[in-house]
């Protein structure tokens, strides 16, 4: 039989899934990697164990179902979007630590250059922010503090890359310097309106043209495994960041469908098509992934504290004894019983922005409960995600139909149901969750002709579980007002 095979890199493990026909899986492997922390707000990988755990993951995976490299219809790759490598073309072996996305040793440059006033100029460019989280600051670190790295990099001795570049350029021997479309428009060098390295942003970050790998549509045929015994022979043909990786998985390809993923935080993402908008409301504009091969944005917005407001009443209020326990507990109460928690412990992300918000637990009474307090819990969830959505909803025309959803805390109805009522659009959850790996495998079975169409694809996915939305209107505006109100004084407070 055969598959495609979805190589999942992210930030704490490698994950191998082996989907067939069906779009449903038909193997996994996992191996975590270890976390390196040199300083504080500095965090690395270490390159070559992203890679063997990644081959590693792949090569089990095949063996769960004693498939050989003759059995892969194609490869898809989706990764960690914003970490940096840098290597060297000769040897393939990298010059220092991947620096990953969560690091923030590049701050005070980033300060600089808004204080320079190009804040709009990089924003009309990219539909980004200057923060470290994107990687050219990064890369502009390395060359400045690698002992020769700069001149090496002007000579075209290195190559940059995301971790996707990085896995393509050793599965092909070096043959192979390529990212997709959605990893580049995380770089801060990409020009997502005219689709090209752009020129301006490279002197601005100080990065040479000759380290820049050659950018490539996110469902393409790209290069046959040449290193990898166990993989060798087999097409790469789709990449994507797993953000948009999931996006695409998700089926959400028209303007308005919209994905968010329940995580530690949350990510939302809606399409908005084919035409380039700058956010008013400092949400990012980002390269959607796209089967047609043409530029398609995506609205996005970042949620900091969204699963991890439970594992807080989990390790902090010692309500529940394990993650999942806290639907059980929220049942125990018919609602909030007027609590509203906002989970500002790192400040508010998106829409809000207000990095010195404090969390806040309020409306309690003698007869409050733990669970009103898990019920709150789950609700402020909820309500961040209807706040990005009322951001990105003031930037198109286009109406939300329905709001598709994974992550791990979208296993909880109870929580699905309330963001259906508190939207007031119906909620979908989709029967494979593992929507970052099938993003990828779609583009890549798509680009072979595995699968033969985009409607092939929704003919085949079946078994979603639809909540709709039972809140009245009047009960909607009312709690969404209390909401407001909460995270107003969350801005607010001072200690």
């Known amino acids: 039989m055969p598959y495609i095979l979805a190589l999942d890199q992210g930030t704490t493990s490698s994950r ?3 989907f067939d026909h069906d779009g449903a899986i038909a193997a996994v492997a996992q191996k975590e990697f270890q976390q390196f922390y040199p300083q504080n707000g500095w965090v690395e990988h270490d390159p070559t164990e992203i890679l063997t755990s990644q081959m590693s993951c792949a090569v089990e995976a095949l063996g769960k179902v004693n498939a050989r490299p003759r059995d892969l219809a194609a490869i898809g790759i989706t990764n960690q979007r914003e970490t940096v490598i840098v290597w060297e073309r000769s040897t393939g072996k990298p010059i220092h630590p991947a620096i990953v996305w969560q690091d923030r040793r590049t701050a005070a440059f980033c300060k600089e250059l808004e204080e320079r006033g190009l804040a709009d100029t990089i924003a009309n460019k990219t539909g980004l922010v200057i923060d470290p989280y994107f990687s050219a600051t990064k890369i502009r670190w390395l060359l400045d503090n690698v002992a020769g790295a700069r001149s090496r990099a002007e000579r075209g001795e290195l190559a940059f890359g995301t971790v996707d570049s990085w896995l393509i350029w050793h599965l092909t021997r070096g043959h192979k310097h390529v990212t997709d479309v959605t990893n580049a428009s995380r770089t801060l060098l990409y020009n997502i309106v005219k689709g090209e390295w752009d020129k301006e942003l490279l002197d601005i970050f100080g990065v040479p043209e000759e380290l820049l790998p050659e950018v490539v549509w996110s469902s393409q045929q790209v290069g046959e495994v040449t290193t990898s015994p166990g993989l060798a ?12 990786a999931a996006l695409f998985g998700q089926l959400c390809w028209q303007a308005g469908e919209a994905k968010n993923t329940y995580g530690t935080g ?35 917005g970042s949620i900091f504290i969204g699963g991890a407001v439970v594992q807080w009443l989990r390790d902090n209020l010692k309500l529940i004894g394990a993650s999942s326990d806290v639907e059980a507990l929220a049942k125990t109460a018919g609602d909030s019983g007027g609590v509203v928690f906002v989970p500002a412990f790192v400040g508010l992300g998106a829409p809000h922005w207000d990095p010195h918000a404090s969390g806040m637990l309020i409306g309690l009474g003698r007869g409050t409960t733990p669970g009103h307090i898990a019920r709150a819990a789950l609700e402020a969830i909820a309500f961040q ?19 598709r959803v994974d992550g791990g805390a979208a296993v909880n109805d109870l929580l699905m ?3 259906a009522d508190i939207l007031g659009v119906p909620v979908v959850r989709p029967l ?13 079975g798509l680009a072979t002709g595995f699968w033969a169409s985009p409607d092939d694809l929704k003919a085949k996915r079946e078994g979603d ?6 809140m009245s209107a009047t009960e909607r505006a009312e709690r969404r007002v209390r909401w407001e109100k909460a995270v107003e004084r969350a801005k607010t407070w001072n200690g």
Do not use: M
């Open 16 to 18: 191998a899934i082996l």
């Open 233 to 244: 022979g087999a097409n790469i043909a789709g990449v994507a960041g797993d953000q948009q």
């Open 266 to 300: 949350c990510f939302l993402l809606q399409n908005i098509g084919s035409k380039f908008v700058r956010s008013r409301h400092r949400l990012i504009t980002t390269v959607a992934a796209s089967a047609e091969r043409r530029l398609e944005y995506a609205l996005e």
């Open 385 to 403: 995600v209807a706040d990005v959505l009322d951001a990105v909803h003031s930037e198109t025309s286009t109406p939300l139909g329905a709001l």
């Open 417 to 419: 149901q309330f963001q």
């Open 432 to 444: 494979v969750t593992e929507t970052t790996a099938l993003g990828a495998a779609y583009l890549a």
């Open 465 to 470: 579980v639809r909540f709709e939305p039972q």
